[in-house]
């Protein structure tokens, strides 16, 4: 049985909807060979050009290689969530948001082996123990990276601090990036704290 905190992200469910068929990059490829708008429509998508990049010896289809908090203004905040010990410090040593400050995160992120469908960002925000908000944003579905295109990149809606003496103080979050086939591929925890200043 799922804990309370994986029904808090869990995502939401367009009734009706059924994950398409799985299909290799290969298939995808060879469907409609000879319809010329079609080839350059996967083309454009980067299925079929250019040489993958995919390491063999990493099994994950999708690989979260950082995180960045912009504001307007002022340096990007930027997390490289593949460096050891990485996500233990997003939760040990929060980062300062000034309140009212408008934000927006972006993630950067590289496919392999296979077409990622239906890649989600959830988060959940706690504020002494009380949930505060709860965001999902969609990023897509992408074919596996190549030599042309090494990443790729999503930027958030951007969002608000909120602001005023009660609103200041340490927030926690739990986020994960999952897909339409229910894979969770990144899951952390992390903290910020709202403040008056940067």
Request: charged residues 35%.
């Amino acid at each position: 049985m799922a804990s309370h905190g994986e029904d808090e992200l869990a995502p939401s469910k367009t009734e009706g909807f059924k994950v398409g068929e799985k299909k290799t990059v290969e298939e995808y490829a060879k469907l409609d060979q000879n319809d010329d708008s079609l080839r350059r429509w996967k083309e454009s998508l980067g299925i079929g050009s250019g040489n993958t990049i995919a390491d063999a010896n990493d099994p994950r289809k999708a690989v979260i290689l950082s995180l960045a908090l912009e504001v307007e203004g002022r340096d990007d905040i930027v997390i490289d969530v593949t460096a050891p010990g990485a996500l233990e410090t997003l939760k040990k040593k929060p980062f300062t948001i000034k309140e009212g400050a408008v934000f927006s995160m972006k993630a950067r992120f590289k496919v392999q082996h296979e077409v990622l469908s239906g890649l989600k960002y959830l988060q959940v925000v706690k504020r002494k123990g009380v949930r505060v908000s709860k965001d999902e944003e969609m990023i897509g579905s992408y074919p596996p990276n190549t030599e042309d295109v090494p990443y790729y990149e999503k930027k958030f809606a951007s969002d608000e601090a909120p602001s005023g003496m009660i609103a200041r103080g340490r927030y926690d979050a739990t986020s994960k990036f999952i897909d339409d086939d229910d894979v969770t591929h990144l899951k952390f925890e992390w903290s910020f704290d709202i403040a008056k200043t940067w």
